[in-house]
């Protein structure tokens, strides 16, 4: 639990009033959310759809200790020389950011960031596991992963805690630079260079740039952890030394590689070149997993933790919620949820992996439509086509508007009685799929978030 004084609080944010009568004080959490505020708590009064001004009294209310503020004094709808104590700033935002850095800086652990297209919350996850085989561990909760997330998260920080493991994402470029700026990592991670949110970059070069960004806070001597065999960020990694770079993947040319990929339905299991023999189990499915694992092992690995020491930790990690889980379907199906994000890439990869699994049943695909891909939505999207095999796949079911491109591609491959498209509504959806459904069926769904095919996972559950 963090616990700091209003004096350190002022000087740390560069308070603008005088906040002296107050300065033993201490508070021991800091909320931007006044539903979440507890006695102690330092309120963050954020400017967005709404004005957290406005709520200054149910923030009081709640138990809020002290409040950042960033208007004038005189429009306080309280007295602050006798009631309430206010820090007067310029920007609660930025406040809120330089307290986090003050915090981080005070308790010192090593810092690892993480960011990619796909998997930097499963390798977070991973990464979580094996690092806490040594070392006292924090780390992002949810989708805190941006500009008010991560401060919050480092402000969330226990003081005992040794490595702090921030997740970071964008979208749009100069986004990582900041939150790397405040978190100075000691070990950067690169996920992977997909095409999530290319609507804003124009292409996978762009993003790579942006990924990239996640470099420029790199404490001295920091490394920077990437896919070796992505020729995107071969190219970007040449400003840093060769003893921070490391790289993982498939290929024998990187530091850490697989041996032995061994891919079921509840389970994936491997070996590494680091120690030949050892098997590493994820309790995940899919071979791309694989690559996080690598990922969060060479985090491991910098930080001291050898393979050995972490593979148990990994055989029992805890996913995050709406990560490509097994749940119990209607009629006696189960269902692979995997509804949370989507890009191409990280389709096709579930599709490849779903597409193996031995059922007596048949194997139903409902994939949504992809988000903020841009001018080339319709060919991403028209990309999935390969990975979708009539002789594995038994049911093909599309939903939105953007997925119309695919359902025509797919005409060719299904048979009318096996290939389906929806659009608006989800009811007739919902019903469409109960009533397809058997004992021992497999069901796969995935899309963007924003989607909602979550509501769709929902409602097929048993």
């Given at each position: 639990?963090?616990?700091?004084?209003?004096?350190?609080?002022?000087?740390?944010?560069?308070?603008?009033?005088?906040?002296?009568?107050?300065?033993?004080?201490?508070?021991?959490?800091?909320?931007?959310?006044?539903?979440?505020?507890?006695?102690?708590?330092?309120?963050?009064?954020?400017?967005?759809n709404?004005?957290?001004?406005?709520?200054?009294?149910?923030?009081?209310?709640?138990?809020?200790?002290?409040?950042?503020?960033s208007k004038?004094l005189?429009?306080?709808?309280?007295?602050?020389?006798?009631?309430?104590?206010?820090?007067?700033?310029?920007?609660?935002?930025?406040?809120?950011?330089?307290?986090?850095?003050?915090?981080?800086?005070?308790?010192?652990?090593?810092?690892?960031g993480?960011?990619?297209?796909?998997?930097?919350?499963?390798?977070?996850?991973?990464?979580?596991?094996?690092?806490?085989?040594?070392?006292?561990?924090?780390?992002?909760?949810?989708?805190?992963?941006?500009?008010?997330?991560?401060?919050?998260?480092?402000?969330?920080?226990?003081?005992?805690?040794?490595?702090?493991?921030?997740?970071?994402?964008?979208?749009?470029?100069?986004?990582?630079?900041?939150?790397?700026?405040?978190?100075?990592?000691?070990?950067?991670?690169?996920?992977?260079?997909?095409?999530?949110?290319?609507?804003?970059?124009?292409?996978?070069?762009?993003?790579?740039?942006?990924?990239?960004?996640?470099?420029?806070?790199?404490?001295?001597?920091?490394?920077?952890?990437y896919?070796?065999?992505?020729?995107?960020?071969?190219?970007?990694?040449?400003?840093l030394?060769?003893?921070?770079?490391?790289?993982?993947?498939?290929?024998?040319?990187?530091?850490?590689?697989?041996?032995?990929?061994?891919?079921?339905?509840?389970?994936?299991?491997?070996e590494?070149?680091?120690?030949?023999?050892?098997?590493?189990?994820?309790?995940?499915?899919?071979?791309?997993?694989?690559?996080?694992?690598?990922?969060?092992?060479?985090?491991?690995?910098?930080?001291?933790v050898?393979?050995?020491?972490?593979?148990?930790?990994?055989?029992?990690?805890?996913?995050?919620?709406n990560?490509?889980?097994?749940?119990?379907?209607?009629?006696?199906?189960?269902?692979?949820?995997?509804?949370?994000?989507?890009?191409?890439?990280?389709?096709?990869?579930?599709?490849?992996?779903?597409?193996?699994?031995?059922?007596?049943?048949?194997?139903?695909?409902?994939?949504?439509?992809?988000?903020e891909?841009?001018?080339?939505?319709?060919?991403?999207?028209?990309?999935?086509?390969?990975?979708?095999?009539?002789?594995?796949?038994?049911?093909?079911?599309?939903?939105?508007?953007?997925?119309?491109?695919?359902?025509?591609?797919?005409?060719?491959?299904?048979?009318?009685?096996?290939?389906?498209?929806?659009?608006?509504?989800?009811?007739?959806?919902?019903?469409?799929?109960?009533?397809?459904?058997?004992?021992?069926?497999?069901?796969?769904?995935?899309?963007?978030?924003?989607?909602?095919?979550?509501?769709?996972?929902?409602?097929?559950?048993?």
């Amino acid at each position: 639990m963090i616990s700091l004084t209003i004096k350190e609080i002022a000087v740390a944010v560069g308070a603008l009033n005088d906040t002296s009568k107050w300065s033993d004080e201490k508070i021991t959490s800091v909320e931007f959310d006044t539903r979440k505020l507890v006695k102690g708590s330092l309120f963050v009064p954020l400017l967005g759809n709404n004005d957290g001004h406005d709520f200054i009294l149910k923030a009081i209310e709640n138990g809020a200790a002290v409040s950042l503020w960033s208007k004038s004094l005189a429009k306080l709808p309280i007295d602050v020389e006798d009631d309430f104590p206010v820090i007067q700033v310029k920007d609660t935002l930025q406040a809120l950011q330089d307290l986090a850095k003050f915090y981080l800086a005070k308790i010192h652990p090593k810092v690892v960031g993480i960011t990619g297209s796909n998997g930097k919350t499963t390798t977070k996850d991973m990464a979580d596991a094996v690092l806490s085989s040594q070392y006292r561990v924090h780390k992002t909760q949810g989708n805190f992963n941006n500009h008010i997330g991560l401060p919050i998260t480092i402000l969330e920080m226990p003081e005992d805690t040794e490595v702090i493991i921030l997740e970071m994402g964008m979208n749009h470029a100069g986004e990582i630079k900041v939150l790397s700026e405040l978190a100075e990592p000691d070990v950067a991670v690169i996920t992977m260079i997909g095409e999530s949110h290319i609507e804003f970059f124009g292409s996978r070069a762009g993003i790579a740039d942006a990924k990239m960004e996640i470099s420029l806070g790199l404490k001295e001597n920091g490394v920077l952890i990437y896919p070796g065999e992505e020729l995107l960020l071969q190219k970007r990694v040449g400003n840093l030394a060769d003893k921070q770079l490391k790289t993982f993947g498939t290929a024998e040319t990187n530091d850490l590689y697989p041996l032995n990929i061994n891919a079921q339905m509840n389970q994936t299991s491997f070996e590494t070149n680091d120690d030949p023999g050892l098997t590493i189990i994820l309790p995940v499915l899919g071979t791309y997993n694989v690559n996080n694992a690598l990922a969060a092992l060479s985090v491991g690995k910098v930080l001291g933790v050898p393979v050995e020491q972490s593979a148990p930790k990994l055989a029992q990690f805890q996913l995050t919620k709406n990560r490509t889980e097994w749940l119990d379907g209607v009629n006696g199906s189960s269902i692979l949820n995997d509804a949370y994000n989507a890009n191409p890439t990280a389709m096709k990869a579930v599709l490849d992996n779903f597409s193996t699994f031995e059922t007596n049943g048949k194997r139903l695909a409902v994939l949504g439509e992809m988000l903020e891909l841009g001018e080339q939505s319709s060919e991403l999207h028209l990309s999935v086509k390969d990975s979708l095999n009539p002789s594995q796949i038994d049911k093909v079911i599309l939903y939105g508007d953007q997925m119309s491109v695919l359902y025509e591609a797919l005409q060719e491959k299904f048979d009318k009685e096996n290939l389906f498209y929806f659009t608006g509504g989800k009811e007739p959806l919902i019903q469409f799929v109960k009533e397809q459904l058997e004992p021992g069926d497999y069901i796969l769904l995935k899309s963007s978030l924003g989607t909602d095919l979550l509501s769709v996972v929902r409602a097929l559950q048993a």
